[in-house]
Nanobody
Framework: QVQLVESGGGLVQAGGSLRLSCAASGRTFSSNTVGWFRQAPGKEREFVAAIRWGTLYAVSVKDRFTISRDNAKNTVYLQMNSLKPEDTAVYYC?????????????????WGQGTQVTVSS
């Protein structure tokens, strides 16, 4: 059973950057799709980005966020630039063996515990 652990969250001013990491343990997940989701208070969890052999982004983060993976380290990253207050949320990484890059959270069966990202104005 793979386990995912996120890190890299924190407090940053608007316009700043953060890099989130999602480290997997238990088994290699180089062939899995890994996604990042976020959930703000009072809102539903929403898709941010995902990677398998290609990448997929939510419109709201495209051109500001970059997802990448280092299979040797069993880690997926989310580089977040030009952060906005509306990016404030708990960010989760999730994995799936589905041979696709799904946007739906229900397609992912392994989840990390989340890391808080707060962007001040």
């Amino acid at each position: 059973q793979v386990q995912l652990v996120e890190s890299g969250g924190g407090l940053v001013q608007a316009g700043g950057s953060l890099r989130l990491s999602c480290a997997a343990s238990g088994r290699t997940f180089s062939s899995n799709t890994v996604g990042w989701f976020r959930q703000a208070p009072g809102k539903e969890r929403e898709f941010v980005a995902a990677i398998r052999w290609g990448t997929l982004y939510a419109v709201s983060v495209k051109d500001r966020f970059t997802i990448s993976r280092d299979n040797a380290k069993n880690t997926v990253y989310l580089q977040m630039n030009s952060l906005k207050p509306e990016d404030t949320a708990v960010y989760y990484c999730a994995g799936t063996r589905v041979v696709a890059i799904p946007r739906s959270a229900s397609s992912y069966d392994v989840w990390g515990q989340g890391t808080q990202v707060t962007v001040s104005s």
